[in-house]
């Protein structure tokens, strides 16, 4: 099967779970035989410590509140641990953010962020993606 050209460039680069402990979250990842994938990172912007384990050519990185105000923090209190949101692969994030914004997509911000391994991000609204945080990354060399 082809994919149309605009899809193209999408793929899943991670699926990020939001986690209260990050050591009692990872075994069972672990015992699947997930490797992680270097060593635990902060990201300041976001008041989150986040662990990845290699899932074939996509991540999961395991979300671990830094701080009560942290975006994960709420999501816990509000939903519990388990998944927060899925993050799609882009080779130019500007371009994605203009090309969505031109569709009327909803971002949370068109502000691109850091991410983990110096990655860039922005959110797209849940509301508008029928209740699924999807955030687009872009990895620069």
Do not use: C
Request: proline share 5%; aromatic share 4%.
């Amino acid at each position: 099967m082809t994919l149309p050209k605009e899809l193209q460039g999408f793929a899943i680069d991670h699926l990020g779970i939001a986690v209260k402990d990050l050591e009692a979250a990872s075994l069972p990842y672990q015992l699947l035989g997930l490797p992680l994938l270097g060593e635990d990172e902060i990201v300041a912007s976001q008041y989150v410590k986040v662990r990845a384990l290699q899932a074939g050519e996509s991540l999961i990185e395991l979300l671990e509140p830094t701080h009560s105000e942290s975006p994960i923090a709420q999501f816990i209190e509000k939903r519990g641990e388990g998944l927060h949101h899925l993050a799609l692969r882009v080779e130019d994030l500007e371009a994605e953010i203009r090309r969505l914004e031109a569709q009327n997509a909803q971002f949370i911000s068109t502000e691109p962020r850091r991410g983990r391994a110096g990655t860039r991000v922005v959110f797209l609204h849940p509301k508008w993606a029928k209740g699924v945080l999807i955030e687009l990354v872009e990895h620069k060399d």
